[in-house]
């Protein structure tokens, strides 16, 4: 019926028709309430509004404001099949328009979204954000062939989301870790660990120390690559030199830095840190590999070292106790020697700009000499002598990044009590302060989790080819981006969750 054959009169009865006929419009489409997009991880805010979405035509631009983002526009162009058309100010039917807004009190990595008149706008006050709002408007068209009406406002909970690759005792090729990359990227994850040097391996090239790199190796162009390929998705690659212990590597082009009982019995895998040379040569590593990998975060390792596992340290390694006590006077134990050997290692890097991190059970109570405050607790376990609660770290105001062995361990060959971690399991049961096992940690504490890393060690390499552990820890990474970006309850079902990862691919 057109418009305007009925109108209301004075006391709201129909009117008489209208003498003459009025012209008859094209009828207008009417649109239903949008509904939020399917996204991993969800978005956390979606504005429904009334309209028909965007879908991506051959011939439609991405444009950007800001060159500091023209590598996020030429990659969005590229997965949509649009055209790159730089900084313009005109606006056509069909845009994507990616701006930077500038507002320093927000949080960098915070987007909008707007699907609004056949066009789409993605703004934040940083690159990062405005790559994250790429993701989604990417797994929307990827998940549902459009993004629907309205506006996605969105921000991670945590600011550290993680992945940690063990290459030293299984290699990998450059180009399956260059593919992670790109997964992480689009999963909005912000850091790739690169554990490189442990007692099956050193893989990467050295120019200092070119004696101890394994026959197996990333070349340096290699990890350049892989470095480049990480900043433009806003991932910081976070290199680990173990020490003082899982040093086999640099032992056996070095035997004489061995650390050796009182009875002279090697030990495997530790450094006599009472040698000077000891940390002549990690130095010259960490200070070497601070020109290859810029980010501004340092994994010192600091774990497991194998002088204190036995009762009575300082009977069993004379020589430790002697160099502790002549450093930190006559009390001083072979911990407080080692906790020393960490700070020192800490101030290497620090004069890099480097802010150090260090596993748990490097960190130790009581004693003559403290770990330094700015030493990210890298928490992965609790089954380690004289283990530490997870609160005892966040007591003492320290900073922490949860890589609960329990849930995020995805250990090749499933030695000792490991078993491969499921995405279920996270999804449902684990968030940021679970720390250790399956309790969380005190709500006062939340703060001060900075976020959590998954973690690929390599203990029986041959126990699984890169094809299989690409696809093993497929759905963990997925469950973990989620309750990384939120870890509220989520809204749908594990068995839902699964089914929308299968269609965003």
Same mark, same amino acid.
């Given at each position: 019926?057109?418009?305007?054959?009925?109108?209301?009169?004075?006391?709201?009865? %129909?009117?008489?028709?209208?003498?003459?006929?009025?012209?008859?419009?094209?009828?207008?489409?009417? +649109?239903?309430?949008?509904?939020? &997009?399917?996204?991993?991880?969800?978005?956390?805010?979606?504005?429904?509004?009334?309209?028909?979405?965007?879908?991506?035509? &051959?011939?439609?631009?991405?444009?950007?404001?800001?060159?500091?983002?023209?590598?996020?526009?030429?990659?969005?162009? !590229?997965?949509?099949?649009?055209?790159?058309?730089?900084?313009?100010?005109?606006?056509?039917?069909?845009?994507?328009?990616?701006?930077?807004?500038?507002?320093? /009190?927000?949080? &960098?990595?915070?987007?909008?979204?707007?699907?609004?008149?056949?066009?789409?706008?993605?703004?934040?006050?940083?690159?990062?954000?405005?790559?994250?709002?790429?993701?989604?408007?990417?797994?929307?068209?990827?998940? @549902?062939?459009?993004?629907?009406?309205?506006?996605?406002?969105?921000?991670?909970?945590?600011?550290?989301? /993680?992945?940690?690759?063990? #290459?030293?005792?299984?290699? +990998?090729?450059?180009?399956?870790?260059?593919?992670?990359?790109?997964?992480?990227?689009?999963?909005?994850?912000?850091?790739? /660990?690169?554990?490189?040097?442990?007692?099956?391996?050193?893989?990467? @090239?050295?120019?200092?120390?070119?004696? #101890?790199?394994?026959?197996?190796?990333?070349?340096?162009?290699?990890?350049?690559?892989?470095?480049?390929?990480?900043?433009?998705?806003?991932?910081?690659?976070?290199?680990?030199?173990? =020490? $003082?212990?899982?040093?086999? @590597?640099?032992?056996?082009?070095?035997?004489?830095?061995?650390?050796?009982?009182?009875?002279?019995?090697?030990?495997?895998?530790?450094?006599?840190?009472?040698?000077?040379?000891?940390?002549? #040569?990690?130095?010259?590593?960490?200070?070497?590999?601070?020109?290859?990998?810029?980010?501004?975060?340092?994994?010192?390792?600091?774990?497991?070292?194998?002088?204190?596992?036995?009762?009575?340290?300082?009977?069993?390694?004379?020589?430790?106790?002697?160099?502790?006590?002549?450093?930190?006077?006559?009390? @001083?134990?072979?911990?407080?020697?080692?906790?020393?050997?960490?700070?020192?290692?800490?101030?290497?890097?620090?004069?890099?700009?480097?802010? &150090?991190?260090?596993?748990?059970?490097?960190?130790?109570?009581?004693? =003559?000499?403290?770990?330094?405050?700015?030493?990210?607790?890298?928490?992965?376990?609790?089954?380690?002598?004289?283990?530490?609660?997870?609160?005892? +770290?966040?007591?003492?105001?320290?900073?922490?990044?949860?890589?609960?062995?329990?849930?995020?361990?995805?250990?090749?060959?499933?030695?000792?009590?490991?078993?491969? $971690?499921?995405?279920?399991?996270? +999804?449902?049961?684990?968030?940021?302060?679970?720390?250790?096992?399956?309790?969380?940690? $005190?709500?006062?504490?939340?703060?001060? #989790?900075?976020?959590?890393?998954?973690?690929?060690?390599?203990?029986? %390499?041959?126990?699984?080819?890169?094809?299989?552990?690409?696809?093993?820890?497929?759905?963990?990474? !997925?469950?973990?981006?989620?309750?990384?970006?939120?870890?509220?309850?989520?809204?749908?079902?594990?068995?839902?969750? !699964?089914?929308?990862?299968?269609?965003?691919?």
């Amino acid at each position: 019926m057109g418009l305007g054959l009925w109108a209301s009169n004075d006391d709201g009865g %129909p009117a008489a028709a209208p003498s003459s006929p009025s012209p008859t419009p094209s009828p207008t489409r009417s +649109y239903p309430l949008s509904e939020a &997009p399917r996204t991993i991880p969800a978005v956390r805010e979606h504005t429904a509004e009334r309209g028909p979405g965007w879908r991506p035509v &051959p011939g439609h631009r991405v444009v950007v404001s800001d060159p500091a983002l023209a590598d996020e526009g030429r990659l969005t162009a !590229r997965e949509l099949g649009l055209t790159y058309a730089g900084e313009k100010d005109d606006e056509r039917p069909g845009d994507v328009r990616l701006e930077l807004n500038r507002d320093s /009190g927000a949080d &960098p990595e915070s987007y909008a979204l707007t699907v609004r008149g056949g066009r789409v706008t993605v703004s934040g006050p940083g690159e990062a954000g405005v790559f994250y709002g790429t993701r989604t408007l990417k797994q929307e068209i990827r998940g @549902a062939g459009a993004a629907p009406e309205g506006v996605v406002r969105d921000e991670p909970a945590k600011p550290r989301r /993680g992945m940690m690759l063990d #290459i030293a005792r299984k290699h +990998y090729d450059a180009g399956w870790i260059e593919d992670r990359v790109r997964e992480l990227g689009d999963l909005k994850y912000n850091e790739i /660990g690169l554990h490189f040097s442990d007692d099956q391996g050193f893989r990467i @090239a050295s120019d200092s120390h070119p004696e #101890i790199v394994s026959e197996d190796h990333l070349t340096k162009a290699q990890v350049r690559k892989i470095v480049e390929l990480a900043e433009s998705r806003h991932i910081t690659v976070v290199p680990e030199i173990d =020490s $003082p212990g899982h040093l086999g @590597a640099v032992i056996d082009a070095h035997p004489d830095l061995q650390l050796r009982t009182a009875n002279g019995e090697a030990v495997r895998g530790a450094i006599d840190i009472a040698n000077p040379e000891s940390a002549r #040569i990690v130095d010259d590593l960490l200070d070497e590999y601070a020109g290859l990998f810029p980010g501004d975060r340092w994994h010192l390792g600091g774990d497991e070292y194998q002088a204190l596992v036995v009762p009575d340290p300082e009977a069993t390694f004379p020589g430790l106790a002697t160099a502790a006590r002549e450093k930190y006077g006559s009390g @001083a134990t072979v911990e407080d020697l080692t906790t020393g050997w960490l700070n020192d290692r800490a101030a290497t890097v620090r004069a890099h700009d480097r802010v &150090p991190r260090a596993w748990n059970d490097g960190f130790f109570s009581g004693g =003559s000499v403290q770990a330094d405050e700015d030493i990210r607790v890298a928490y992965w376990t609790g089954k380690e002598i004289g283990a530490r609660k997870p609160a005892e +770290y966040l007591a003492e105001g320290r900073e922490v990044i949860n890589y609960n062995d329990e849930f995020l361990y995805y250990v090749l060959g499933e030695p000792l009590t490991f078993v491969y $971690p499921t995405g279920e399991r996270i +999804y449902e049961q684990w968030t940021p302060r679970v720390l250790r096992g399956t309790e969380p940690v $005190p709500a006062r504490y939340d703060r001060q #989790i900075l976020g959590g890393s998954f973690a690929i060690w390599g203990d029986l %390499p041959r126990s699984q080819t890169q094809e299989q552990v690409a696809a093993g820890i497929r759905m963990p990474l !997925r469950a973990l981006a989620q309750k990384l970006w939120d870890a509220d309850e989520p809204t749908l079902s594990w068995a839902e969750f !699964r089914t929308l990862a299968g269609r965003l691919g």
